[in-house]
Nanobody, 125 residues
Framework: QVQLVESGGGLVQAGGSLRLSCAASGRTPSRNTMAWFRQAPGTEREFVAAAVTPINWSGSYYADSVKGRFTISRDNAKNTYLQMLSLKPEDTAVYYC?????????????????WGQGTQVTVSS
């Protein structure tokens, strides 16, 4: 059984930065996709960013709303990070880490097999 644990959320002022981490435990496929989604109160879960491993086999992918401000990275098949810069109040949400197979439809939350419990990010204006 694979488990995902996120960390790094918190409260930050607009224009600030945060770095989220996600660590997977258990048997994870060596080729996989890890992604970040977020969900604000009263809204649907939305795609933020995704990256595959080995990362040099393909690129990383971003929602238009975070492109140029957020960076997803991988250091192996089990860990992913989300560096968030120039944060805005509209970035406030619970951020979830997800893991799925290589080559999945990365923007589709239903395509992922495993999810973390989420970490709250709050950006004050």
């Amino acid at each position: 059984q694979v488990q995902l644990v996120e960390s790094g959320g918190g409260l930050v002022q607009a224009g600030g930065s945060l770095r989220l981490s996600c660590a997977a435990s258990g048997r994870t496929p060596s080729r996989n996709t890890m992604a970040w989604f977020r969900q604000a109160p009263g809204t649907e879960r939305e795609f933020v960013a995704a990256a595959v491993t080995p990362i040099n086999w393909s690129g990383s992918y971003y929602a238009d709303s975070v492109k140029g401000r957020f960076t997803i990275s991988r250091d192996n098949a089990k860990n992913t990070y989300l560096q968030m810069l120039s944060l805005k109040p509209e970035d406030t949400a619970v951020y979830y880490c997800a893991l799925g197979s290589y080559g999945l439809e990365y923007r589709n939350s239903n395509a992922y097999d495993y999810w973390g419990q989420g970490t709250q990010v709050t950006v004050s204006s």
